[in-house]
């Protein structure tokens, strides 16, 4: 069973408590939401190609033909693997879509899952497969689904399942309109699960700034009832690397 998959490189993570640990990163195509501040757009649909790092590190590629199937890509990571590198990201688009392709990778290396978590189904085919999941909470601004109710819904359940059996941490991407309210839902949601799962509050990458005040007030909000509350950057983007 092959995937579309849109890109692989080996890069340093820049999002998230695991911030600068060197992965190689498969991102996959297709996604089920259409985020106002989504930065992979191009991902949301499947293509005739997908992109390969020619060595790690370089920012060289080569192309080759979608769909991938299993042993080509597991060959293609291997090879992109190097002595400071941890962890396999699977990002996307939204990797969750092609569970059942991920279900039959056989790799010797820790899977990191970056996820919107809007597969609780999916989720739980990969349960034992994750080491680390990073689950998205979507908020009403995000402009994510016509019906927002049901997303969060499933992001819970989801973030739900994936805290049993791997390391699980939440991120929210907050943007200059995001206000308590807004986060009050996603907050309640993760300390009804486990109020230690670390809970990220990650600015928008944008022209548009998120005020000190603001992530200190949405902070103070989270703190109230989670043990682990952090704001942290999208690193890779300030420092410029894939």
């Not at 349960?127 to 009403?140: E, F, G, N, V, W």
């Amino acid at each position: 069973m092959p995937a579309h998959i849109s890109e692989i490189f080996n890069s340093i993570q820049g999002e998230g408590p695991y911030v600068g640990v060197r992965q190689v990163f498969v991102r996959f195509e297709q996604c089920q939401l259409h985020c106002a501040y989504c930065d992979t757009p191009q991902t949301r649909n499947v293509s005739g190609s997908y992109r390969v790092e020619k060595a790690p590190g370089t920012g060289e590629f080569y192309s080759l033909k979608n769909p991938v199937g299993r042993d080509e890509l597991e060959e293609i990571i291997r090879k992109l693997w190097s002595p400071s590198t941890r962890h396999v990201s699977l990002t996307g688009g939204e990797p969750l879509i092609h569970a059942d392709f991920i279900k039959t990778l056989e790799l010797e290396y820790p899977l990191y899952l970056e996820t919107n978590a809007g597969f609780p189904g999916k989720a739980k085919e990969l349960r034992d497969k994750i080491s680390i999941a990073s689950c998205d909470i979507k908020l009403p601004e995000h402009d994510s689904t016509d019906h927002y109710s049901e997303l969060l819904k499933n992001e819970l359940e989801t973030i739900s399942i994936f805290n049993e059996t791997s390391t699980t941490f939440v991120k929210v991407i907050i943007l200059p309109e995001t206000t308590t309210q807004s986060i009050a839902f996603a907050v309640d949601g993760v300390e009804s699960i486990d109020p230690a799962i670390p809970f990220i509050l990650q600015p928008v990458t944008s022209s548009r700034k998120v005020s000190t005040e603001r992530l200190l007030e949405l902070m103070e909000l989270a703190g109230k009832k989670l043990k682990d509350v952090r704001v942290i950057p999208q690193m890779h983007r300030m420092m410029g690397f894939l």
